[in-house]
Every structure is written in structure tokens, then in C-alpha cells.
């Protein structure tokens, strides 16, 4: 897996957006109710990482976790050696058109080995991102989705379910202000009444405050993780009008700090 970890190390000096993320730490993460908004391949390549409420399933170098949509799961990375590395590609629900999927018999999650296979294809994936098109990247996806259930792990295709109202509204609070986004835009733009729209997401368990308040967290937990922005920033761009009322917020649902996990990046 050198050459794959060596490619998206090049790559992540580019400064144009991917269809990827990478985390990475020196120091152990023990971050608590993580939210996976939409299905998720972890491609653990450094370190270990942990999860669930009793750090039940452990991901090593070398292998994969793919993770179904959750409002929040536990995690551990634990670097090994220099640092922990992890490639993470999240799936838009039409990257799986086509597919037969199938919400019978489904799972919250599958495991599995990079075969060496599956590790061209996602270096494939990596190096595409520098000159394809964005409108390119859900068939690049579609490709991986393709091959892992080749290799047997057809059980992610009941992973996927029907796009929920409450999966709209995250992506339009992560797409447009967080500040501007009016109840009344949310319900022109969904062709909904307010009171149709609240319906549909306490049918769906959730609220308006609710989607808002993980969208601007998840999105601090992300910018934390793959960028160098100040914390100031990071608040800002989450919808904060102060850091300490991000970093309030952040702590009560992450278990730690912005500055804290901040440290886990950097060496003393």
C-alpha cells in the first residue's frame, strides 16, 4: 500500500477540491457521536482505527470499513508507528443508481482487506481526481461501489435506503450560509409547506435545529481534520458567532475540544 499512500500524499498538495478526504494524526482521537450522513468507505492505511460504543470494531492497516448512514457512532484513531492515515470516499445516494439495492436484511456496516485490486482501483480513484472533471467523479465512485461487490461485499447495497428529507436539508445547510438559510427558503427550495416539512422529519426522528446543529458540527469536525484554517475561521464558517460558542457546542458533542483535537495533529 505504499504507492497508494504515497499518491494521495501528492495529492492532497493540491489546492483545487477532491472527491476524497484524508484524516490523519500523530496523537491518539477518542472522538465521541461522530455523524455518517451518507455511506462511507474508510480505507484505514497507517495506524488503527476503532469503533462503536465499546470500540467493538477495529479497523487495521490494510483494511476497510464501509459505514451506512448513522446520527452518531464512536471512533478511536490510534496512530501506529509515525501517524494514523485514512482515506475516506462519502457516497452521494445516485452514485448506487442503476444497482439493485435493497433495504431488506440491512447492515450498519462491512469490514473487509484491500486486496491489491481494490488498492489500483482507489489509486485510480485518487489520481483521476487531478484531471477529470467533478461531473466525472460519481462514475469513478460507481466503479468501487462496482468492485467491492465483485469481491463479495454485496451487503453494502443494503447500506443505501431512500434519500430522506432530513438528507436534503443537511446538504443545503453544508452548500449555502449557514446564517441566511431561512425556514421559508428551506420549504420554497424543498416545494414543501413548513408544516409538511416538519412532519416528514419527526416521522424521520429528527428536527430543523437538529439537521442545523450536525451539519455545522460535522462540518467544524471536517475542516479540523483536513485543514489548516484557525479555529476562528472554522467557527465562522460553521454558522458561529464566537469561538468559544463553537467550541461550547463542539466539546458537547465530540467529547473534546476544536483546540484539543487540533493537538492531535501536531507534534509537541
Known amino acids: 500500500m ?13 489546492k483545487h477540491e477532491l472527491p476524497f478526504s484524508v484524516y490523519t ?18 480505507i484505514v492505511l497507517s495506524g488503527d482505527k476503532e469503533l462503536g460504543k465499546d470500540n467493538e470494531l477495529i479497523c487495521h492497516p490494510g483494511d476497510f470499513i464501509f459505514l451506512s448512514s448513522s446520527p452518531a457512532i464512536n471512533m478511536r484513531n490510534i496512530p501506529k508507528g509515525k501517524e494514523y492515515f485514512a482515506l475516506l470516499i462519502e457516497f452521494d445516494y445516485q452514485d448506487f443508481n442503476g ?6 436484511n440491512k447492515q450498519d456496516y462491512c ?6 485490486t481494490l488498492e489500483k482501483c482507489l489509486q485510480q480513484f485518487v489520481e483521476s481526481s487531478l484531471w477529470a472533471p467533478e461531473q466525472l467523479w460519481p462514475l469513478r465512485k460507481r466503479e468501487i461501489v462496482e468492485l467491492l461487490c465483485h469481491m463479495g461485499y454485496k451487503e453494502i447495497l443494503s447500506m443505501v435506503g431512500n434519500p430522506k428529507v432530513g438528507h ?27 408544516s409538511t416539512l416538519r412532519r416528514k422529519l419527526k416521522t424521520e426522528g429528527t428536527s430543523v435545529q437538529e439537521i442545523k446543529d450536525q451539519a455545522r458540527l460535522g462540518l467544524g469536525l471536517h475542516l479540523l481534520q483536513t485543514t489548516h484554517y484557525s479555529i476562528v475561521l472554522i467557527a465562522e464558517k460553521c454558522g458561529y458567532q464566537s469561538q468559544s460558542r463553537f467550541t461550547e457546542r463542539f466539546k458537547g458533542r465530540f467529547g473534546l475540544t476544536p483546540s484539543e483535537l487540533r493537538k ?3 507534534a509537541d
Open 264 to 266: 492531535t495533529k501536531m
Open 111 to 116: 469490514i473487509g482487506k484491500i486486496t491489491a
Open 168 to 194: 436534503r436539508l443537511h446538504d443545503m445547510f453544508c452548500d449555502q450560509d449557514f446564517h441566511q438559510l431561512t425556514i421559508e427558503h428551506i420549504c420554497d427550495q424543498l416545494a414543501m409547506s413548513e
Open 2 to 14: 505504499v504507492n497508494l499512500l504515497s499518491t494521495i500524499k501528492n495529492t492532497m498538495n493540491e
Open 25 to 42: 494524526s500523530i496523537k491518539e482521537q477518542n472522538l465521541l457521536n461522530v455523524p455518517i450522513v451518507k455511506p462511507l468507505l474508510i
Open 99 to 104: 444497482l439493485k439495492t435493497s433495504a431488506l
